[in-house]
């Protein structure tokens, strides 16, 4: 588990017991642990924004289609050239 994944665990473990109108709910632990999927998605994102940098992984997540690593990588690449382009 990475760090931002263990502060998110956290996190949710804090907030383990709800209150909602009064009841204490209490929220079963396996519901609040990211799948194996989503760990490895969260660690290739990371990846991406060390490449390529956080603006452009960030507009390419809202671009595509969701956890579309494929597309998401191609297109922090365009943006990422782009930027060097008209920079240049």
Same mark, same amino acid.
Request: proline share 3%; charged share 25%; net charge positive.
């Given at each position: 588990?990475?760090?931002?994944?263990?502060?998110?665990?956290?996190? +949710?473990?804090?907030?383990?017991?709800? $209150?909602? $109108?009064?009841?204490?709910?209490? +929220?079963?632990?396996?519901?609040?642990?990211?799948?194996?999927? *989503?760990?490895?998605?969260?660690?290739? +994102?990371?990846?991406?924004?060390?490449?390529?940098?956080?603006?452009?992984?960030?507009?390419?997540?809202? +671009?595509?289609?969701?956890?579309?690593?494929?597309?998401? *990588?191609? *297109?922090?690449?365009?943006?990422?050239?782009?930027?060097?382009?008209?920079?240049?």
């Amino acid at each position: 588990m990475n760090y931002q994944t263990q502060q998110l665990t956290d996190m +949710v473990n804090a907030m383990m017991p709800l $209150f909602i $109108f009064g009841l204490t709910l209490q +929220v079963p632990r396996v519901m609040c642990q990211l799948t194996k999927t *989503e760990i490895k998605y969260i660690n290739r +994102v990371q990846e991406l924004e060390n490449s390529y940098g956080r603006w452009q992984v960030r507009r390419a997540e809202s +671009v595509c289609p969701k956890h579309d690593l494929e597309c998401i *990588e191609r *297109e922090a690449s365009r943006l990422a050239a782009l930027l060097r382009a008209r920079y240049a």
